[in-house]
């Protein structure tokens, strides 16, 4: 066994077991990992009262065991990086409170972060690896505190330099040929043949207004859920398609202005948001989901009389009339 800094680790420090001992776990703030290490043990650094930062940036980094932070109570700041795919193991995170995740390709069994901390998540993904529902809040939630969402697509280099082990299998130099092909912040969306489809909005952006990108084709279910912000929505008019309950327990939003003429609205697109007072579609928007919305008075064609009628200003009516179709 192998000590580092107050580490433990084996002999080739492949393998991380904890603190050396009770002086060094309690003198434990700020985590670094000796640059060989692929793999913390189980409960290698549970109960370590003083950790705030773990700070992981090996390019072979495989795995972080059971329990391995559990009740690391002021762990605030993770970053866990690695050119291979992370697997954490149950729970390795249990009783801890991060607010700011940044993290490559991982898989787990079970969610190892409690979300609700978050506020900060930066995913560093091949291949569009990642799913919603491991930083989003879901549907039973009641709040959240993420305010800052960022991916960060990227792709192994077509041109990597293949070398020969010692064993003689053959390897790419994955630490050379990675490239980043581009970071999408806070309207995180998944590119699927010609469709661009919204699938999260961190729900506590303080913006009370909110444009929709003007690359995004569909806006999916649940884009937006739980933020107590959001006033205005104006939909941009690429945008063909808006999915079951997209606008999900938005406590202050009051309007939608969607732009698009050739857009398909699901009946239920809102849920649970009662400050809403109008939908605003154009006249042909409004003919094509006719059947879908008639009985629903939420749902309003842009005029000027309407607009008038609902009390706005004529500067807030050019303002949503900007843009508009001619008709």
Do not use: W
Request: charged fraction near 30%; aromatic fraction near 12%; proline fraction near 3%.
């Amino acid at each position: 066994m192998k000590i580092y800094e107050g580490i433990c680790y084996s002999d080739d420090f492949i393998i991380c077991y904890g603190p050396h001992n009770l002086e060094c776990k309690k003198a434990l703030t700020n985590l670094k990992l000796h640059k060989d290490c692929i793999k913390i043990a189980d409960n290698a650094f549970q109960g370590s009262k003083n950790l705030e930062k773990i700070e992981i940036n090996n390019d072979f980094f495989k795995t972080i065991g059971k329990f391995a932070f559990a009740s690391c109570e002021k762990l605030k700041d993770v970053t866990i990086l690695s050119n291979e795919e992370i697997f954490i193991e149950l729970e390795a995170f249990q009783n801890t409170s991060i607010e700011n995740l940044k993290i490559s390709n991982f898989s787990y069994t079970r969610n190892p972060f409690d979300k609700k901390t978050f506020k900060s998540v930066c995913l560093e993904v091949f291949d569009n690896f990642y799913d919603r529902l491991f930083f989003m809040p879901s549907a039973s939630d009641v709040s959240s505190n993420l305010e800052n969402i960022v991916i960060i697509n990227k792709e192994y280099d077509p041109n990597t330099v293949f070398f020969i082990f010692e064993n003689g299998k053959l390897e790419s130099n994955k630490q050379k040929s990675i490239i980043i092909k581009e970071q999408i912040k806070d309207f995180i969306y998944k590119t699927t043949n010609e469709d661009v489809n919204l699938i999260a909005y961190p729900p506590a952006k303080k913006d009370k207004i909110v444009h929709i990108p003007t690359n995004i084709t569909h806006i999916l279910n649940n884009s937006f859920i739980l933020n107590p912000y959001v006033k205005n929505i104006y939909i941009e008019k690429p945008v063909k398609f808006i999915g079951h309950e997209a606008f999900n327990k938005l406590n202050n939003l009051e309007t939608i202005i969607i732009k698009s003429d050739d857009i398909y609205l699901e009946q239920d697109l809102i849920k649970d948001c009662y400050s809403l007072k109008n939908i605003y579609l154009t006249e042909k928007a409004y003919e094509k989901n006719k059947e879908r919305i008639k009985y629903n008075p939420i749902f309003k064609t842009i005029t000027l009389d309407i607009l008038l009628d609902e009390g706005y200003s004529f500067k807030t009516i050019n303002n949503f009339l900007k843009d508009m179709p001619e008709r």
